[in-house]
């Protein structure tokens, strides 16, 4: 067999094995999201292990020293959260009786004369409605058992996965090193040089990912702060800190961002105006995030185009759920480097130049 014939070759047997890798994760997506979540959180957490070994910290205790540092974080996250529902939660129950009030003068109204939809609320109202409800409907409760068992196995299956997620990622930044040296005499030897110098441009692309994903949280985080404390929203920084630190992980951190935001301008505000700019605040926030900060900080460190970005949160949303929507990005400037030189090589070969 001539150059040609063999390059070709090549070429057929590696696009098979890209095949067979990608149809291989498509059949095991619905169990990799623990895996994908553990990976993530490794490949982020793993330079604190190295510098903790280092200096001369056993690596299984260096492990447990920055997941430590990772639990402590996430419960003084929670200290922020959790103190902000309660006394949403406690404004709630003191305003309820002012806020059907004001739903009666002013909304009521307004839903009588548009749809001619006649609207009285109140808390005796409330408890009525809820009797006749459960009295009148003989499917509810079954229907209702019927969801909490469908919802139930949902909730199992986020348990075990966030039970996981802990296991798998101190398994990965323990055995990392090794895991790498691993891979790395599967690499047949005349590939060695050129597997290592692409893996390092890829390393080198995700540390650029993350340090545009971190402006990106400072950035957004500023500007929810000072745009919420312009709307007058008494809980401007809790929310707006919040809202900022969750950008990273799309549509969730906007969601959880406007339903903080909204319980609290409805609690504090006495008409609709308010909430209105509570809502242009965060749509602002979104606009400018999806198609100034994010493309700028984050799309073109790693070299992607905005219409790229879309599309690769959308794909890998679909595929891998959840975690998908957090691996988009890298994993799509990952590929997008095995891809330059994939076309480089492609240009090179004496296929592409046959017949010159």
Known sequence: ????????????????????????????????????????????????????????????????????????????????????????????????????????????????????????????????????????????????????????????????????????????????????????????????????????EIDAVLAEFLRGQLLVIVIMSIYYVLALWLARLEFALPIGLITGMLVFIPYIGAFTGVLLGTIAALLQFDSLTGVAFVWLAFGLGQLIEGTLVTPLLVGERIGLHPVAVIFALLAFGQVFGFFGLLLALPASAAVLVGLRHMHAAYLASALYRQGQ
């Open 1 to 200: 067999m001539n150059g040609a014939g063999i390059a070709n070759s090549r070429i057929v047997a590696w696009l098979a094995i890209a095949l067979a890798a990608c149809a291989l994760l498509w059949l095991l997506s619905p169990i990799l999201a623990p895996f994908l979540a553990g990976g993530i959180l490794a490949y982020i957490l793993n330079p604190l292990v190295d510098r903790l070994a280092r200096r001369r910290v056993p690596r299984t205790l260096a492990v447990t020293l920055v997941l430590l540092i990772v639990v402590l974080a996430l419960v003084a996250l929670l200290l922020v959260v959790l103190p902000l529902f309660y006394k949403e939660l406690r404004m709630l129950a003191d305003r309820l009786p002012a806020f059907l009030d004001w739903l009666n003068l002013s909304v009521a109204p307004w839903l009588r004369a548009t749809f001619d939809l006649d609207l009285q609320l109140d808390l005796e109202s409330l408890r009525a409605l809820a009797t006749e409800v459960l009295q009148s409907n003989q499917d509810l409760l079954p229907t209702l058992l019927g969801s909490i068992r469908i919802g139930g196995l949902a909730l199992v299956g986020l348990l075990v996965t966030l039970l996981l997620v802990p296991v798998v990622l101190f398994f990965m930044l323990r055995d990392w090193n090794e895991m790498l040296a691993r891979l790395d005499r599967l690499v047949p030897r005349g590939m060695v040089e050129r597997v290592r110098a692409i893996a390092s």
